[in-house]
């Protein structure tokens, strides 16, 4: 008795003593007021997601979080032992073990387990469905093991998508097919393959276009939706067993007793389960009375609530005492606060564990997704470079969640030191792709012959803005007004190649001071400019042309932080001191210097850094006029570029390109901005901060991904493609790339191209 109470005490001072925090949504973070009231235990840890969420946990920085049924795959995986699963979030209509069992149901006189199925007729629910949340890899679990997509030995993959390997695997196991809805989250790529398989879209149904079943379901009965496609495939299943070919619907058990416990009680004699094994079970009535399946292809276990390590034990004693019957005990208190602010939904149920367990331990028993590195696919993984620890990181969170989804080509991280050692390693093959600054658009192109797979989108805020600035003493007494003034005069530029570099180039080509002929961007500047700092100009890693034209004058005007005999440097780092779009302003305070070409971000930060006056100097716009006042914020018809801050990379006529651009379209689909947290099936958000750390692997400023077109809808990416439209021209007209095929023909073109250019691009 003694004892008891003693305990008691403990537990209660305990929890007394502290206040849980709870990981809230920083999207639904106006709870955290409300969770304050009246003597409350718990405080909001606002977190950007829930992966955000599980890493403060495994860090004790946080006690509660809950995570989705996908979450909890991903994170026995990516921290088996971190973290414990303290209760489970059931369906107040469903408490049953397992979030959903997939199922194949098959007619009774099945032979041949899953290779039995060769040759069959295939019914599934379909690629759109968020009916039960099933991941595309739950979608694909059955055609992976019976139709083997994941080993192609013979398939050819130059130039394909995943998708179309898979589905060409699929349409020559199975003769005929309803496998409704996105088969791809490129549209492009989806309507083609649509056209070209239709033989697994043949069972819809002839109206469905392939977007859902259009057979007719006969009359409804109550309690089954006739518009449930789980119902839909087994209907399909029933109406096509009427021959001796194999058929299958793949389907939730929930349906499947759905289906034959109240629709088509007749119907369940005839049909069996198809096991993994190969096995069948007979729908007897026992069996289908059981909220269980006999077997199953994929068991879901349900999402949970997650405490960290050190305080598991208490939070499940208190959440047990908060929350007595499992579901929100309402009366406007902090407990139905934290309820509906944890887990939300008037149908949620928590069942309580009886003892903290292991994600790794909580899932394993349930279902268990194969290691990563010993999976077989028909593509290699498609390689990210990364440039620190913390992209790493997030690149291998990034990987993991795609991987448990089933997203295809698989992901692997490597990281490197620099960009530029990631173009050089993605040049020669040892890494595939990396999202960069747009900054490095021009060399990655020119030098490591790398090209875009995607632009990004930006906010309007957040595109590249490149502006040209003169001092003002110079423009006010006209000794400068327009380009033409600037030949003989010094330049300050960023970096050597950089954006600015490139828009300079551009601009003064467009303008007619640069000839559209010259292709050598060295001798261009340099021949027109008498001096500049263009920091990297002499350093190989940005050698953008094999050139005559001797550099050293693109770095005369540079100065080193530390001074040396002759103060020469053309370092492409702060210990030159007119590096960067900060050192760039720098150097046109440099009374040596004329004009400055540099990116807007930031620069009143830079200018106050720096001690200058913002009207110290006056923009030339690139119309060829000054700026009517004097200031460095000018509207963006008067910058040198506005353009896309970052680009996807990858070799230039890689066979896998087009498997890596579609990859981009499923990341976007799944971690972008498109859906909701609360609908995302894993709540990783590819282009927002990661652990509280900004512009990982991408900018936040980036909003999603477009396509690398002169078409493009997005203004700042056809910006950036026309910014290089010179540049193909003359690519194209050098003998520098070695992979063109047709060599003449393309030379014959840039003639013309360019020729057209100098002739009628005059302004
Ligand atoms: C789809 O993928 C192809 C490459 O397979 C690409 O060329 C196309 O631009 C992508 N995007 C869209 C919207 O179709
Ligand atoms: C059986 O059903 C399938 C699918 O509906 C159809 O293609 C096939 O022609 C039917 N076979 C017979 C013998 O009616
Ligand atoms: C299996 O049963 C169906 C319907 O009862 C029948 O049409 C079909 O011919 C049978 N198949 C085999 C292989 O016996
Ligand atoms: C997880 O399971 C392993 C093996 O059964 C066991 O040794 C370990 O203690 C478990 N850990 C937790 C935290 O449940
Ligand atoms: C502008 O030109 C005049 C006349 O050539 C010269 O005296 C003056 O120093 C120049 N001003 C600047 C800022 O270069
Ligand atoms: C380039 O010019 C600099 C200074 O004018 C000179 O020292 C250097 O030797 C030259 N380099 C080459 C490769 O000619
Ligand atoms: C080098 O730069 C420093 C600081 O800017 C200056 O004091 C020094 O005179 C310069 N040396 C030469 C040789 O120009
Ligand atoms: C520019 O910013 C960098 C990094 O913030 C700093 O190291 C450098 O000294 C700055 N350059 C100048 C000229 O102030
Ligand atoms: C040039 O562009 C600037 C900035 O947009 C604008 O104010 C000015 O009117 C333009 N001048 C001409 C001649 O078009």
């Known amino acids: 008795m003694f004892a008891k109470l003693l305990i008691l005490c403990l537990v209660f001072g305990a929890s007394r003593a502290q206040s849980h925090r709870v ?408 890494a595939d792709f990396i999202a960069t600054p747009s900054n490095y658009g021009y060399i990655a192109r020119q030098h490591y012959r790398l090209s875009p797979v995607k632009l990004v989108q930006n906010t309007r805020s957040g595109a590249s803005r490149v502006a040209a600035f003169v001092k003002e003493t110079a423009a006010a007494q006209e000794n400068i007004t327009r380009f033409e003034n600037l030949r003989g005069k010094k330049a300050c530029f960023p970096e050597f190649g950089g954006l600015a570099y490139v828009a300079f180039v551009r601009t003064a080509q467009l303008r007619g001071v640069i000839s559209e002929t010259e292709c050598d961007y060295v001798k261009a500047v340099g021949e027109f400019f008498d001096g500049a700092c263009a920091p990297g100009a002499l350093d190989a890693s940005h050698t953008i042309t094999e050139t005559t034209f001797n550099a050293t004058s693109l770095c005369s005007v540079c100065r080193p932080l530390i001074p040396t005999p002759d103060n020469f440097t053309c370092a492409y780092d702060y210990t030159n001191v007119y590096y960067g779009n900060n050192g760039t302003l720098a150097c046109l305070n440099d009374p040596t210097t004329d004009i400055a070409v540099l990116s807007t971000e930031n620069i009143n930060v830079h200018l106050q850094a720096l001690g200058l006056q913002a009207n110290q100097f006056r923009a030339l716009c690139q119309n060829n006029t000054l700026a009517a006042t004097p200031g460095v914020f000018i509207d963006d018809n008067c910058l040198l570029a506005y353009v896309v801050d970052a680009e996807v990379l990858s070799r230039r006529g890689d066979p896998l390109n087009n498997a890596l651009n579609v990859l981009f379209d499923s990341l976007d689909a799944y971690f972008g901005y498109n859906t909701a947290a609360a609908n995302q099936l894993i709540n990783l958000d590819l282009f927002s901060s990661f652990n509280g750390i900004s512009d990982l692997l991408f900018k936040d400023s980036t909003i999603g991904l477009t396509e690398p077109t002169g078409e493009a809808p997005h203004e700042p990416a056809r910006n950036y493609m026309e910014l290089f439209r010179h540049l193909d021209a003359c690519s194209r007209a050098t003998p520098q790339v070695p992979d063109i095929a047709n060599r003449a023909a393309f030379s014959v073109i840039t003639m013309l191209v360019m020729s057209f250019l100098t002739r009628f691009v005059v302004y």
């Open 23 to 430: 990981c809230i949504l920083s999207s639904s973070s106006s709870l955290c007021q409300s969770l304050d009231k009246d003597g409350s235990q718990a405080t909001c840890s606002r977190v950007e997601t829930r992966i955000d969420c599980a890493l403060r946990l495994a860090r004790g920085e946080a006690d509660i979080g809950f995570f989705t049924e996908e979450e909890l795959l991903l994170l026995s995986q990516q921290q088996p032992n971190d973290n414990r699963v303290i209760a489970t979030v059931r369906d107040v209509s469903r408490l049953e073990t397992f979030s959903f069992e997939a199922v194949a149901v098959v007619p009774n006189n099945h032979t041949g387990g899953l290779d039995g199925l060769r040759g069959g007729r295939y019914c599934h629910p379909g690629f759109d469905q968020s009916d039960l949340r099933w991941s595309p890899r739950v979608l694909k679990t059955l055609e992976e093991v019976a139709a083997r997509t994941d080993r192609c030995p013979d398939v050819d993959t130059n130039r394909k998508t995943a998708e179309e390997i898979e589905v060409e695997t699929l349409s020559s196991f199975f003769s005929a097919a309803c496998r409704p809805g996105t088969w791809s989250s490129n549209s492009t790529v989806d309507a083609d393959l649509k056209t070209r398989f239709p033989s697994l879209c043949s069972l819809c149904g002839g109206s469905s276009g392939c977007t859902g079943y259009s057979i007719d379901m006969g009359i409804s009965v109550a309690g089954v939706n006739n518009q449930n496609r789980h119902i839909q495939a087994l209907e399909c299943l029933r109406v096509s067993t009427n021959d001796s070919v194999p058929t299958v619907a793949y389907a939730a058990w929930l349906h499947v007793r759905n289906y034959f416990n109240i629709r088509n009680p007749q119907d369940a004699a005839s049909f069996s389960l198809l096991c993994p094994d190969g096995t069948l079970q007979a729908l007897t009535p026992e069996i289908l009375s059981n909220p269980v399946a006999p077997c199953s292809f994929v068991k879901q276990p349900w999402g949970a609530i997650v405490a960290s390590t050190a305080a598991a034990s208490t939070v499940l004693t208190n959440l047990q005492a908060w929350w007595p019957t499992g579901t929100d005990p309402g009366a406007n208190s902090w407990q139905s606060v934290l309820f509906s602010g944890l887990i939300g939904g008037a149908n949620a149920r928590v069942v309580f564990e009886q003892a903290p367990i292991a994600p790794a331990n909580y899932t394993a028993p349930i279902r268990s997704i194969p290691a990563i590195d010993s999976t077989a696919s028909c593509l290699p993984a498609q390689r990210w470079c990364t440039t620190n620890l913390n992209e790493q990181t997030k690149c291998s969170w990034v990987r993991a969640s795609a991987y448990t989804l089933g997203i295809q080509p698989a992901i692997s991280c490597q990281q490197r030191s620099s960009v530029f050692d990631c173009l050089t390693d993605i040049k020669e093959s040892r």
